[in-house]
């Protein structure tokens, strides 16, 4: 119907005009409907979707479903004609905050449907986060976040690159030099505040 086109966020101002026999160069499909809002259903493909916006959007794991807070008896079989009504829209993210990592040692946060990878334990745990939090999820989940921004160290941190002299204030996201031992210490800094970090971890404040 016109009303299911335009809460699938269809405009008519997209509508193409054409002849019919263009048309009948292609099959004609399943028909298009609007979605029962938050309603889990089995599609023929094995996976499970939970409904919204008029779309279905996979789970993308078992693991995830659980975070979510679902029980597997609230899932729904549909036949494949009725599941076929429905358009498929964006798999389901982990919630904004979720700590993750694959079978390789880097962690990430997952945050707007982005992963952001803490370069270092020491970023992490500057960043007050807990390792007791992480949650393990596969390598193919993992890959359909795409990279967001890295983490950077807390402003206010006082870093150095090792084996190297330079002392570098962090102050919104970038480094700023030192540009003498009178200089930080007249700033009311002391050295035991030096953190002394990786070069690829100082690479990432610009």
């Known amino acids: ?86 358009l498929e829209g964006d798999f389901v993210f982990y919630p904004n905050g979720t700590l993750a990592k694959g079978s390789g040692a880097a962690i990430y946060l997952i945050q707007d449907g982005q992963k952001r990878e803490f370069t270092s334990a020491s970023i992490f745990e500057a960043l007050e986060y807990s390792w007791k939090k992480i949650k393990t999820i596969s390598d193919d989940e993992l890959v359909l976040y795409p990279m967001g921004e890295r983490f950077k160290y807390p402003d206010g941190s006082i870093v150095r690159a090792k084996n190297t002299p330079t002392v570098y204030l962090i102050k919104d996201g970038q480094r700023q030099p030192f540009l003498s031992a009178q200089n930080f210490l007249a700033n009311g800094y002391s050295w035991s505040q030096i953190k002394e970090i990786e070069s690829a971890e100082l690479a990432v404040h610009p």
């Open 1 to 86: 119907t016109s009303a299911e086109f335009e809460k699938l966020s269809f405009g008519w101002d997209k509508v193409k005009v054409t002849i019919k026999e263009d048309l009948a160069l292609y099959p004609e499909g399943a028909a298009v409907k609007y979605a029962p809002e938050n309603i889990l259903i089995k599609g023929p493909d094995g996976r499970v979707y939970l409904t919204g916006g008029g779309r279905r959007h996979w789970i993308t794991s078992g693991n995830l479903f659980g975070v979510l807070g679902y029980k597997w008896d609230q899932v729904k079989n549909i036949p494949a004609e009725q599941f076929e009504n429905y």
